[in-house]
């Protein structure tokens, strides 16, 4: 799983972050999801964390304090395609023919070829997402 910083400054942007409703098992930037403790009515919820050398507790509150990192199953998922060929095809076409492919982990892969067919964003490495 890719946890480096770039990755968490693509993976941090409203298209990805404001759809995530938190899971235990997902990867943030903390680390892996525990445990959540969900507050009413504010519809705030407590998370607790594993980041490898402990647990600690954050809160969240569409997508503030956690910045989730979704793994490429999560990236492949948030694709509503008819079939997987169609996918595999318009991913084919991504690959060969996007110049401006990020250097780095197939997450960070999949996370751009979301970004692209999804919300015509390319990533700009320092400038962030891009038109």
């Known amino acids: 799983m890719d946890k480096s910083e770039k990755y968490i400054r693509?993976?941090?942007?409203?298209?990805?972050?404001?759809?995530?409703?938190?899971?235990?098992?997902?990867?943030t930037?903390?680390?892996?999801?525990?445990g959540i403790h969900t507050?009413?009515?504010?519809?705030k919820h407590q998370i607790m964390v594993n980041n490898g050398q402990g647990w600690t507790f954050s809160y969240w509150n569409k997508g503030n304090y956690c910045i989730w990192l979704p793994t490429q199953s999560q990236s492949q998922g948030m694709m509503k395609d008819d079939n997987i060929w169609s996918l595999v095809c318009k991913f084919d076409e991504f690959v060969n023919l996007d110049l401006a492919?990020?250097?780095?982990?197939?997450?960070?892969?999949?996370?751009?070829?979301?970004?692209?067919?999804?919300?015509?964003?390319?990533?700009g490495d320092e400038k962030g997402w891009v038109k």
Request: proline share 8%; glycine share 8%; with cysteine.
């Open 101 to 123: 492919l990020p250097d780095g982990s197939w997450e960070q892969l999949w996370l751009a070829f979301v970004m692209r067919t999804l919300h015509q964003l390319t990533w």
């Open 10 to 27: 693509m993976a941090d942007c409203p298209e990805i972050q404001e759809g995530w409703e938190p899971q235990v098992g997902d990867w």
């Open 29 to 34: 930037n903390r680390g892996i999801i525990a």
């Open 39 to 43: 507050y009413r009515p504010k519809n």
